[in-house]
């Protein structure tokens, strides 16, 4: 079992950045897959951002690529999400996703535990 925290959102400018970070209970934080997904509208589905896997590879949605950077550190339990340039099409709740498998995942019905979420807004 796991309980995942996410803090860091906020309103922002476009181009601006923020930094999330979702802190993990327990004491076998390394052997997860960590993912970011996002959902931009109530009643939408959550979609993949992001993802580290046990082994650190990491993979990203394309439209994210090059602008976000999602890292981990395993002796403070957290996963981190670097968010750069962003724009105003990023807003939506975040969440953090954790999976106990060496392999990253993309899907949302593949994860068996999530935070609540933490809110981004990005004003054009």
């Known amino acids: 079992q796991v309980q995942l925290v996410e803090s860091g959102g906020g309103l922002v400018q476009a181009g601006g950045s923020l930094r999330l970070s979702c802190a993990a209970s327990?004491?076998?934080?390394?052997?997860?897959?960590m993912a970011w997904f996002r959902r931009q509208a109530p009643g939408k589905e959550r979609e993949f951002v992001a993802?580290?896997?046990?082994?650190?590879?990491?993979y990203y949605e394309d439209s994210v690529k090059g602008r976000f950077t999602i890292s981990r550190d395993n002796v403070k339990n957290t996963v981190y999400l670097q968010m750069n340039s962003l724009k105003p099409e990023d807003t939506a709740v975040y969440y953090c996703?954790?999976?106990?498998?060496?392999?990253?995942?993309?899907?949302?019905?593949?994860?068996?535990?999530w935070g609540q979420g933490t809110q981004v807004t990005v004003s054009s």
């Open positions: 996703a954790a999976l106990d498998s060496y392999y990253a995942r993309y899907r949302e019905s593949d994860y068996n535990y």
């Open positions: 993802v580290i896997s046990r082994s650190g590879s990491t």
């Open positions: 327990g004491r076998t934080f390394s052997r997860y897959s």
